[in-house]
């Protein structure tokens, strides 16, 4: 075979580019046909000042809602980044908050938004959506390179994100954004969402939930570190023998006073709460599942045909925080109360990250376009006391959705302990919530009734999802 | 036939007149057989056969009555009646009975201390056939004041392997409050490998309870130290916390390796706040440094909070 001249080579390459740019341009529109239409928010449609004036309304451009902050164009300090117009806050700037935060009137997905760092420094940022999706990562001072990011969220169904920075004990901030990208769920996906929580700031715990104040210091060992910040907090110590800082050391007691010769003093445990109302996007919780089914048998593309879009099953529980009775000495559990001390009966005591392997969310699809999905499980708390096997937060719901009717119908069945709080939402409209009554929680009308049974029954509640 | 069928609606009428009035009496005579008066009022007896022989939509309230009864009684009124119904046929007596000798061993210390004398009865109810049922004995274990007896430890751990999952981790919560021997402590050590990450963050709680018993310090510093770098974050969280309890940790290895946990930017918040307790805790316990080898391996700022390390970032981040 006679090898080919230099300008049949040419040739030949061009024709395979042609070839190969004809199929991709005939293969693209099919592989994207299923992907819903992307919106763009840039702001260009505005024009705002060069510099922070004081904080705007909140601001609606398409299914987006931005607030805590105000429209800026031109910024200085991006001039290395984004020239055009951006949202930004700054702690100078009267009004601003210390997050940014974006609420959609309809669920969304594939979110992503330029993020800009104006402060000198190399920062950590936060961006946490109301799925449970929380992530962090820096940004470099506004003039170097690596100033500006790209974030791109994973979850589905996100009505809520909330930007900030990771540390929040600083008195300055100052971020912008641009470029919000995302897409509408068509009604095609229902971003199902549980959780339990505590609306008080705080539940005391069972009568046998309690630490012992004063031990002894091991032999050998003495405390070291500062005094405690307020002499007012441990007044009450001081009138023990043996106890109290003046006279010694405030976690282990002088070595006077032991758990044995009647010295020490048992103080009741309080749990911290959520302290929040019934909302579809709060970022607190003491249990949630989370699952983004797909009622249409047709659209569940992901192989499984299960209903349940792929990787969106969450259970999710956060950290259960206990604090010695001195810590409501003020009335309120908060962040004075975080000595960042454990086991000493003081103010923070005792934390407890729940597991959980005894919550289950199942799937089942009851036809072409209808779902049962059982949201079930058990939330144990070794803080409540030692029988905290029985003191859990249990629930069982079975929530029926039918797409096949305009609007999708809902049915909800199942029973739940009477505490704490608990709420279901489908793509953020409230399905069912469930109120514990009025603080403060005692454990003889409250905290019971985390033993069994299911004190409250849930039957044929229905309704029409917008 | 006309006078004949007003008479027959007359009948009717007066039937479902008797029916709504007899289904009213019957929930009065329910009422007062335990499910709406107080507890303490009513006999625990009554009170616990209520929740078998009341109308079915009837038998949570029964049950309620029953607990709230025996949350407020003493526990020889409550042993009296629960510890004869853990032999009754019907799985939902023996149930109630033994959650009722955990709910009063709750209400009160002296309560969670009288229960350890029927010891022997909840053991027994560790190998019902019903599942629930021995899930309640072993609870009912584990409100024994101040922990179950130590000679209950080895049929308590033979539960961790129970099929059901619900028993299973209710025993390992129990153990959490007791010392385990050592050929249990091998069983669960085996646990370290399991695929299941909470699986691991129990086990790694109760070695470290058995370690400390032990005095095996420098095994249990071992173990939690692998902990920290497990894939799952619970087993981090707990493998940090159950550090920083340790009384005597290989100060400056546990402070190097805690403190790497606390300023790794892509760890979960909670693991880092766990760990940045840790080692308060740990410097906390610390002997003075001039008692110490050498010089302290890390720098910290004098305040009541929270340590604080020199970082770019910042003190360690702690969601509240």
Redesign the interface.
Known sequence: MRPLDATQKIGLRRAVILIAGTLVALLLPVATAHAAEPELVNFEEFRGPRTFTGAQPPLTVGSATFSGGQLLTGVFRLRRVNRSTVYGVWHGCAGCSRTITIDFAEPVSDVSFMLMNGRMGKLWFEVSDDTGHTSEFVLNPYFLGGSAATVTLPSSGIRRIVIGEAVRDSPFWQFYVDNLRYSIDEGREYLVSFSAFIPHDNVPGGPTASCLAGKPAPPGLARRGPPPRSNARWLRDSALPGQGWARGNPVFGTGTGSADDGTSRKRVLYFGGDNRAFDPAAPTYRVRQLVTVIPDETEDADGVNDGIKAGSLRNLAEEVRAYAEDAMDDGVLDVADEDGRSNDCRLFHKAHLAETDLMTVDVARTGPKSLEIRLQGTLHNPLVGPAEVLGAIDWDFTLALDASVEPAQWTLNGAHDGFPAYEIYVNGQAVYQHDPGPPPYEFSRHMRKLLPPLDVAVTNESGGLQ | MIPVAMAGRAMLRRAIVASVFGIALAGAAAAQSGTGLPGGQQRLDVLLDNISTVPHRN??KA??AF??AA?EAEMADVVAVAIPALGDPREEQR??AL?GL??A?????AN?EALAAEAAALVDSLSDDDPWVR??A???L????P?PPEWTVADIAALVDDPV??VA??AM??L??VAVGDDDAAGIHAMLDAG????R??AIKVLSRHYRTQGNYREAEWTMIDGLDDPD??VR??AA?AL??L?DANWSFALWRLDAVRRN??ED??VR??A???M??I??????RSALAGPASVRTK??????RLRS????V??R?
């Open positions: 038998w949570p049950a309620e607990i709230q949350s149930y109630y959650v955990g709910a061993a709750m209400a009160s210390v969670g899930e309640a072993v609870a009912a584990a409100a024994i004041q922990g999952r619900r981790v209710a919560r129990t959490e409050r299941d990450g909470a699986e963050s129990r974050r619970g969280w707990q916390t920083g309890d009384d930017p892509k918040t909670a706040r766990a940045s307790t840790a308060n805790n410097l906390d316990r610390r002997p003075a004098a305040g009541p909070g929270p340590v770019r970032s910042g003190p981040r702690i509240d």
